[in-house]
């Protein structure tokens, strides 16, 4: 794996490791250990300043796409545009 910029190198010895397997039919795969929870995007968004006085629209916009991932913003649209009609 290359690292990002700013980052130097990365020893191979802290990249995630996984497990090999193999099933009857002759399929192997690696796999790896399974994911952390999300944290709440209210939380992340109030840190962020999303809530503070004086924000216009472009700035909340901007840190809704800098807080949020993709699934987590299309159901803020969701939430906010299609339920109240």
């Known amino acids: 794996m290359i690292a ?6 990365i020893s191979p010895s802290k990249m995630p490791k996984g497990k090999e397997k193999s099933r ?6 690696t796999e790896y250990a399974k ?10 968004l109030k840190k ?3 809530y503070e006085a004086g924000k216009n629209k472009n700035k909340r ?4 796409n800098k807080v ?10 969701d939430k906010l545009f299609l ?3």
Do not use: H, Y
């Open 4 to 9: 990002s910029r700013g980052m130097g190198n």
């Open 24 to 29: 009857r039919d002759d399929t192997d795969f």
């Open 35 to 44: 994911g952390g929870k999300v944290k709440s995007v209210a939380k992340s």
């Open 48 to 50: 962020a300043g999303f």
């Open 61 to 64: 916009l901007g840190i809704i």
């Open 68 to 77: 949020t991932t993709k699934p987590q913003r299309m159901e803020i649209v």
């Open 83 to 85: 339920k109240k009609k």
